[in-house]
């Protein structure tokens, strides 16, 4: 009888795929905050002076992420930048700069906080204010689209602590609605492990004949020592 084809021994087992992850569990590595300050003030400046944006940051004005940072969008309290912005006008009589600008919850309530420093109007002394609240900030919405979140305020206000560097300003002035973005880090560029696969067999399995009585050719046997050395003696002249 006919042997048949060897099955698999086993089946093989599907890989898994990963499901895409959630917003919260994403790892963002890039984004920037982009925040224009107060556009009227912003024009007033480039009549009078000039205003230079540094240290990475960018245009009207955009602050990049400051790496190292753990985020969780789910329980986000806090979100540092880089950057700074130099605002000049009047020969120096007007004399501004904001850096390291960080978007930040405390007791309940968001606020915008930067490194400051500014000529006063009333001694023209440079006053190194430290890091303060900016703006008091309101009405935060997080969206997420694939990778990239988007964070943005409802309203944005002077805090009392920062109408001494801006001099002509009080409390609770409009300031330029701040926006965040954030990309999320890309995938690994390794190519990922295979799941099981099942191994074709080396060899095509051999179908043994059936075995005929007085059917079954037999091999001729190889020429024994003694043979052929009679054979060589019978050619020999």
């Known amino acids: ?29 890039k984004g920037a905050l982009n925040w224009g300050i107060k556009s009227t003030f912003i024009s007033y400046v480039s009549r009078f002076g000039t205003f230079t944006a540094g240290d990475g940051a960018t245009g009207t004005f955009s602050f990049p992420l400051a790496s190292g940072q753990d985020i969780d969008l789910d329980d986000l309290t806090s979100l540092a930048f880089t950057g700074n912005v130099h ?12 850096s390291n600008l960080s978007v930040v919850q405390e007791e309940g309530k968001w606020v915008l906080k930067a490194t400051a420093s500014s000529r006063s109007m009333g001694t023209g002394e440079m006053v190194e204010y430290g ?15 694939d990778d990239v979140a988007t964070i943005t305020f409802a309203s944005a206000v002077l805090s009392e602590a920062a109408v001494p560097v801006f001099g002509s300003y009080a409390a609770g002035t409009e300031m330029d609605l701040p926006a965040i973005t954030l990309t999320a880090a890309t995938a690994p560029t390794t190519e990922p492990t295979e799941g099981p ?14 075995t005929t009585p007085g059917n079954t050719a037999s091999a001729t046997p190889a020429p024994s020592a003694s043979s052929s050395a009679t054979d060589v003696k019978e050619c020999t002249v």
Not at 3 to 22: F, I, L, R
Not at 87 to 98: F, Q, R
Not at 131 to 145: F, K, P, R, S
């Open 1 to 29: 009888t006919a042997t048949q084809s060897p099955s698999a021994s086993a089946t093989p087992s599907t890989p898994t795929t990963s499901t895409s992850p959630t917003a919260s569990a994403q790892t963002y590595d």
């Open 87 to 98: 605002l000049s006008a009047h020969d120096g009589v007007l004399d501004i700069t904001l």
């Open 131 to 145: 890091e303060i609240v900016i703006a008091e900030l309101d009405g935060i919405n997080v969206a997420v689209d």
């Open 197 to 210: 696969t099942t191994s074709a067999p080396t060899t095509a399995p051999t179908t043994s004949a059936p």
